[in-house]
T-cell receptor, first 114, second 114 residues
Framework: GENVEQHPSTLSVQEGDSAVIKCTYSDSASNYFPWYKQELGKGPQLIIDIRSNVGEKKDQRIAVTLNKTAKHFSLHITETQPEDSAVYFCAASNYGGSQGNLIFGKGTKLSVKP | DTGVSQDPRHKITKRGQNVTFRCDPISEHNRLYWYRQTLGQGPEFLTYFQNEAQLEKSRLLSDRFSAERPKGSFSTLEIQRTEQGDSAMYLC????????????FGNGTRLTVT
C-alpha cells in the first residue's frame, strides 16, 4: 500500500521568511496530493492540492510542486506570517483506483516567530 | 455551506463502555469518511461511504467498531467495549464524489478512555 513520509517534523522560521515542507510517496499509481493545515483543537483544513497531470500550482503565498519521477512533492509558503503557525500534513491518494482514501504524512509543526 | 459537523466534541468514558459519535456532512456531499488521529500523527483512514453504502474498511476498524450511514445523510460511528488504545481524535470528512474531489473535515470528536 501507499506510504507517505514527511520532513521536517518541526520547522521554525522568522516572520517574512519562506518555509518549505517535503513529502515522498511510494505508490506510483497515486495521482492526487492535497495539503492540509491543522490548528489546535480543529480538524484539518485543505489549503492546496495538486493532481498528477500538473507539475506546479500556486495560490497567493502558497505553492505546491510535484515530481512524479522522483515521487516527491513539496509545499512552499512565502512571506510567512504568525497566523501560518500550525501543523501541516501532506497526503496522497489513488482516486479512481481501488483506494478512495487519503494516506497522510506524520505532519510538520510550523512555528513563525514575529 | 455550514461545513462538516461532529458531535460530541469531547467524550470521556470508562474502559468497557460503548460510545457513539455522530457526523453531519456538508449537504449534497455523497461521500463520507471516518478517520482516526492520535497525538503527533496524521489522520488514519477507517472507512468511507458513498451514499448509504459502506464501500471500504481499513484493517484498523476492528470488529468492535461499526459505522452506519442510514439514508445517505448523517453517519454514526460506534465503538463497543472501549479500550484505552481507542483514545484518539475521530475525524469525519465529506466530499462530492465520485473522484478527484477534496475532502472537507469536521473538527472531530476527542475520545478519552480511562
Amino acid at each position: 500500500g501507499e506510504n507517505v513520509e514527511q520532513h521536517p517534523s518541526t520547522l521554525s522560521v522568522q516572520e517574512g521568511d519562506s518555509a518549505v515542507i517535503k513529502c515522498t510517496y511510494s505508490d506510483s499509481a497515486s495521482n492526487y496530493f492535497p495539503w492540509y493545515k491543522q490548528e489546535l483543537g480543529k480538524g484539518p483544513q485543505l489549503i492546496i492540492d495538486i493532481r498528477s497531470n500538473v507539475g506546479e500550482k500556486k495560490d497567493q503565498r502558497i505553492a505546491v510542486t510535484l515530481n512524479k519521477t522522483a515521487k516527491h512533492f513539496s509545499l512552499h509558503i512565502t512571506e510567512t506570517q504568525p497566523e501560518d503557525s500550525a501543523v501541516y500534513f501532506c497526503a496522497a491518494s489513488n482516486y479512481g483506483g481501488s483506494q478512495g482514501n487519503l494516506i497522510f504524512g506524520k505532519g510538520t509543526k510550523l512555528s513563525v516567530k514575529p | 455551506d455550514t461545513g462538516v459537523s461532529q458531535d460530541p466534541r469531547h467524550k470521556i468514558t470508562k474502559r468497557g463502555q460503548n460510545v457513539t459519535f455522530r457526523c453531519d456532512p456538508i449537504s449534497e456531499h455523497n461521500r463520507l469518511y471516518w478517520y482516526r488521529q492520535t497525538l503527533g500523527q496524521g489522520p488514519e483512514f477507517l472507512t468511507y461511504f458513498q451514499n448509504e453504502a459502506q464501500l471500504e474498511k481499513s484493517r484498523l476498524l476492528s470488529d468492535r467498531f461499526s459505522a452506519e450511514r442510514p439514508k445517505g445523510s448523517f453517519s454514526t460511528l460506534e465503538i463497543q467495549r472501549t479500550e484505552q488504545g481507542d483514545s484518539a481524535m475521530y475525524l469525519c470528512a465529506s466530499s462530492l464524489g465520485p473522484f478527484n474531489s477534496p475532502l472537507h473535515f469536521g473538527n472531530g470528536t476527542r475520545l478519552t478512555v480511562t
